[in-house]
């Protein structure tokens, strides 16, 4: 079982900065491939930037190309998701997650992670 800590959301005003954090339980964090999603009110979860397991390769989708950055860090079991540039479109539920097992590689889909943290509000005022 592995359980994840999401933090650093909040109250931020178009063309601001947030970094959020996720902290993981378990052993082999360097060999989790990790993922940022996001679901606002109403719509379906969907992915955002995600980093595979070991060789630190990132997929972004194409709403945050530019603005958005995920990071790895093995020794502190945390992954970051840096965000510049928001936009109000930005404001939802983040939420970060595990996948325990697969290649080296990075995950899109919601249905591929194993495990799922509370969520953090980002909310981006015009």
């Known amino acids: 079982q592995v359980q994840l800590v999401e933090s650093g959301g909040g109250l931020v005003q178009a063309g601001g900065s947030l970094r959020l954090s996720c902290a993981a339980s378990g052993r082999t964090f360097s060999m989790y491939a990790m993922g940022w999603f996001r679901q606002a009110p109403g719509k379906e979860r969907e992915f955002v930037a995600a980093?595979?397991?070991?060789?630190?390769?990132?997929g972004y989708a194409d709403f945050v190309k530019g603005r958005f950055t995920i990071s790895k860090d093995n020794a502190k079991n945390t992954v970051y998701l840096q965000m510049n540039s928001l936009k109000p479109e930005d404001t939802a539920i983040y939420y970060c997650?595990?996948?325990?097992?697969?290649?080296?590689?990075?995950?899109?889909?919601?249905?591929?992670?194993?495990?799922w943290g509370q969520g953090t509000q980002v909310t981006v005022s015009s």
């Open positions: 980093i595979s397991r070991s060789s630190g390769t990132t």
């Open positions: 997650a595990v996948r325990e097992r697969g290649s080296d590689t990075y995950y899109t889909g919601v249905r591929e992670y194993d495990y």
